[in-house]
């Protein structure tokens, strides 16, 4: 009979420890007298950890905002048409139910758009605020033993941690997702009272409000003039707001500014006319 060979079985914890340490000693460069520096892989490990720090952050910050949101919006119950109406033509109570579809529907919308920017906007505030805490550390220890004595391994995760704070800040700007988050949630809330005040008008066809100079006053309408109020809320409702803000964007520097050699400065787009 064959005897089977795992593939595990030569494997140990003693080998895999000096398989490992081996790669250790690539990572970084020991001179006599000087401290030890990374090298090109040391500083690419120290970039992907740097990475995936950021990226286990957004996503456990993602996962909480999520929850939260779906948490509060569970409140809320569905727009459902009553058994009873005291609407009766047909085509009338049809038409009504017409529109508490159509403003089901756009809360809905509603409520994913402003969960969507309140997940990004809590998001971008958090990651700025632990990046550019991170980066104040890095800087203080880069201060103290001054750019030349410190270990470049801590310079570049200072640089990508800098960098990744003043994107966290600059998003929500970019974004306006605290603008859109607002706008949003204002139309969200609208349609919900829209809804309820046609569930309140087909359990009692009753209204409030229809009279501007006694505006809590119970009112009863009829539905040929319920209607038409509620069609004109619709179309006065019937926005989507997302803005953005170009001038929010990052912009490189002038390169002249760095002192480059006059034949890698990038040329002017503005021809000049050659002296006659």
């Given at each position: 009979m064959q005897k089977v060979i795992s593939p595990l079985s030569g494997f140990s914890i003693d080998r895999l420890s000096v398989y490992l340490q081996k790669i250790w000693t690539k990572t970084y460069i020991a001179q006599e007298g000087k401290p030890r520096q990374p090298t090109l892989l040391g500083h690419c490990l120290i970039g992907s950890g740097v990475i995936a720090i950021n990226v286990a952050g957004f996503v456990t910050l993602n996962s909480f905002a999520a929850s939260r949101a779906q948490e509060w919006l569970s409140t809320h119950d569905p727009l459902t048409v009553p058994a009873q109406s005291m609407v009766q033509p047909a085509i009338l109570q049809s038409r009504l139910e017409e529109q508490l579809s159509e403003i089901q529907e756009r809360r809905d919308r509603h409520a994913k758009v402003m969960v969507y920017f309140y997940k990004q906007y809590f998001i971008s505030l958090s990651m700025a605020s632990g990046s550019a805490l991170a980066a104040i550390l890095m800087a203080f220890f880069i201060s103290r033993d001054g750019w030349e004595k410190s270990n470049n391994g801590l310079i570049n995760a200072f640089l990508l941690t800098f960098s990744a704070a003043l994107l966290y800040t600059q998003i929500p700007g970019m974004f306006q997702q605290e603008?859109?988050?607002k706008a949003?949630?204002?139309?969200?809330l609208a349609y919900d009272a829209l809804g309820n005040q046609v569930l309140s008008y087909l359990a009692t066809e009753n209204t409030i409000g229809a009279d501007p100079a006694q505006p809590?006053?119970?009112?009863?309408?009829?539905?040929?003039q319920f209607i038409p109020q509620v069609d004109q809320q619709l179309a006065k409702l019937n926005q989507l707001p997302l803005d953005f803000d170009?001038?929010?964007v990052i912009k490189l520097?002038?390169?002249?500014?760095?002192?480059?050699?006059?034949?890698?400065?990038?040329?002017?787009?503005?021809p000049t006319n050659p002296a006659s």
């Open positions: 603008k859109n988050l949003n949630r204002e139309l969200y809590n006053k119970v009112d009863k309408v009829t539905p040929e170009a001038n929010q520097p002038d390169l002249q500014q760095f002192g480059l050699p006059q034949g890698l400065q990038p040329m002017s787009s503005t």
